[in-house]
Nanobody
């Protein structure tokens, strides 16, 4: 089992920035691909960004590309999501997840999930 704990969510005005963090338990953090997903009320959980084990591959959803940046620090067992130029449509609960599949953009390939952190962007 892997325990993931997100932090950094909150209320921000449109155009502002937030940095989410996800701290993972265990010494096997570097063996996992990490992903960020988000879910708004009444909507499906959707892919936001992912990062490979060494950080060399960082795919993004088209809706956030150019605005969000995912990174990881394996020495600290932590993955980050820097969110800039936030829009009201970015409002959602954001979840980090850990998986071992090379296909990182679908929820079915992740087995470990954090509790989520709320991001609210006001207009």
């Amino acid at each position: 089992q892997v325990e993931l704990v997100e932090s950094g969510g909150g209320l921000v005005q449109a155009g502002g920035s937030l940095r989410l963090s996800c701290a993972a338990s265990g010494r096997t953090f570097s063996s996992y691909n990490m992903g960020w997903f988000r879910q708004a009320p009444g909507k499906e959980r959707e892919f936001v960004a992912a990062i490979s084990r060494s950080g060399g591959n960082t795919p993004y959803a088209d809706s956030v590309k150019g605005r969000f940046t995912i990174s990881r620090d394996n020495a600290k067992n932590t993955v980050y999501l820097q969110m800039n130029s936030l829009k009201p449509e970015d409002t959602a609960v954001y979840y980090c997840a850990a998986g071992d599949s090379p296909i990182v953009s679908t929820t079915e390939n992740y087995h470990y999930w954090g509790q989520g952190t709320q991001v609210t962007v006001s207009s």
